[in-house]
């Protein structure tokens, strides 16, 4: 069963702005760090920007740093990624990852649960 959906992507061009959305599945309300992650076509996945769903403490990747900004939705119970000044160079699939560690960091393999991602494509 699925316990993380992804919502949001699609296409857009050169300095656009997407928002993405991830739903947490009832399995991982015990998470303690939220995350949003990248995969490039032929590069490895990777973190960029994580939450602490405690403290709301957030952690960015230097690439997209003051351009993209996570947030929760503590009510809904929604993770959002606002994604501004789009390039190129971000097209790729977007992951919402909950983990149970300590610490939330950028680390794709300090987190347990996947959603099946959504396709982001900037020309």
């Known amino acids: 069963h699925v316990q993380l959906v992804e919502s949001g992507g699609g296409s857009v061009q050169a300095g656009g702005s997407l928002r993405l959305s991830c739903a947490a599945g009832r399995y991982t309300y015990r998470r303690n760090c939220m995350g949003w992650f990248r995969q490039r076509p032929g590069k490895d996945r990777e973190g960029l920007a994580v939450l602490w769903i405690g403290g709301a403490t957030t952690v960015y990747a230097d690439s997209v740093k003051g351009r993209f900004i996570i947030t929760r939705d503590k009510a809904k119970d929604l993770v959002y990624l606002q994604m501004n000044g789009l390039q190129p160079e971000d097209t790729g699939m977007y992951y919402c990852?909950?983990?149970?560690?300590?610490?939330?960091?950028?680390?794709?393999?300090?987190?347990?649960?996947w959603g099946q991602g959504t396709q982001v494509t900037v020309s």
């Open positions: 990852a909950a983990g149970f560690g300590t610490e939330c960091d950028l680390r794709p393999g300090e987190y347990d649960y």
